[in-house]
């Protein structure tokens, strides 16, 4: 593993640990963060704003932002594979191409061009928020509670 993808993956991790932290004090378990509301988190202050400096300044230019976006958002090969899954089913990520659908906010990509490459073709990876990443922790966590298999009364 290279430097930048240590650094990409650390940065990543602690994004899913905030996301989880929030998870975990809405169902009552061991939290990471010793805040009495998870979002009093500075962390998130620090995202949000993160997220409107890269809107303002790179909105319409997304070839090679990803030391950007790794800043505020978490690159989807990182996240685990059961929620890739799982957006496909609830229709965030398309079924052929498992790029994130035009209508579906929080998704951001990042292309760039791959002189390695014999064609020297382009390579799009795709990042989800923060905040975009909790609904689907919230989405799973509400699908896991509601199918669960019900106890058999004896």
């Known amino acids: 593993m290279d430097i930048r993808e240590q650094r990409n993956h650390s940065q990543?991790?602690?994004?899913?640990?905030?996301?989880?932290?929030v998870l975990a004090d809405w169902c009552g378990t061991t939290r990471l963060f010793n805040?009495?509301?998870?979002?009093?988190?500075?962390?998130?202050?620090?995202?949000?704003?993160?997220?409107?400096?890269?809107?303002?300044?790179?909105?319409?230019?997304?070839?090679?932002?990803?030391?950007?976006?790794?800043k505020f958002s978490i690159e989807l090969r990182m996240i685990p594979k059961n929620l890739h899954f799982l957006m496909r089913v609830i229709g965030w990520l398309d079924e052929d191409?498992?790029?994130?659908?035009?209508?579906?906010k929080g998704?951001?990509?990042?292309?760039?061009?791959d002189s390695t490459a014999k064609d020297l073709s382009t390579k799009t990876w795709y990042y989800i928020t923060v905040e975009q990443y909790i609904s689907l922790l919230f989405i799973d966590c509400e699908l896991r509670e509601r199918y669960k298999p019900q106890e058999l009364a004896a």
Request: hydrophobic share 30%.
């Open 35 to 70: 805040y009495k509301n998870p979002y009093d988190n500075p962390k998130f202050k620090e995202l949000a704003k993160l997220e409107r400096k890269f809107n303002k300044h790179h909105k319409n230019k997304l070839v090679d932002v990803g030391e950007y976006l790794e």
């Open 107 to 113: 998704f951001y990509p990042n292309s760039y061009h």
């Open 12 to 21: 990543a991790q602690e994004l899913i640990n905030l996301a989880n932290d």
């Open 97 to 104: 191409t498992y790029a994130p659908c035009q209508h579906i």
